[in-house]
């Protein structure tokens, strides 16, 4: 085989690689543009940062939510089925510019929060930032799992 044969395999098989390897990545949460981005859930626009939340599907399309609460009645609802869902992930309160999986969130719950929605939750990634808006908002401190339940019942 010649060199020149070799070399243009080799640079077609470098696109063909270019071109596959980001097509076999996970599912990410996207972008959310605040003041801009309509909630998938209500349609109001997305303007508080520490509430907002993203649900991630298997084929890569992705959910934005301007309230926790709003995350949970889509998921409860009929718009998605729970085999189609990848992921959930909202904005941790304290730090609104962090993401955190839904299944490692600690929430506080009460109505005394003035999420968007009057969802009246709040998610953290830290136990202690979510014991500080517990003192200030009472209600009580609940895992993912436990603020699912609640949304469906």
Request: glycine content about 8%; charged content about 20%; hydrophobic content about 45%.
């Amino acid at each position: 085989m010649r060199w020149s044969t070799i070399r243009r395999r080799g640079r077609i098989g470098a696109l063909l690689l270019a071109l596959v390897v980001p097509a076999c990545s996970a599912p990410a949460p996207g972008v959310i543009h605040y003041d801009v981005d309509a909630c998938d859930s209500c349609r109001m626009t997305i303007s508080d940062p520490s509430f907002a939340a993203q649900l991630v599907m298997r084929t890569g399309k992705v959910y934005r939510f301007d309230d926790p609460g709003c995350l949970l009645s889509f998921m409860a609802s009929d718009h998605v089925r729970a085999a189609d869902v990848h992921s959930a992930w909202l904005n941790d309160h304290a730090h609104p510019e962090a993401l955190l999986p839904a299944g490692e969130a600690i929430f506080v719950v009460s109505n005394r929060i003035r999420a968007p929605m009057n969802g009246g939750l709040a998610a953290f990634r830290s136990r202690a930032d979510a014991a500080a808006l517990q003192s200030e908002a009472g209600g009580r401190i609940e895992t993912w799992p436990q603020v699912r339940r609640g949304a469906s019942s």
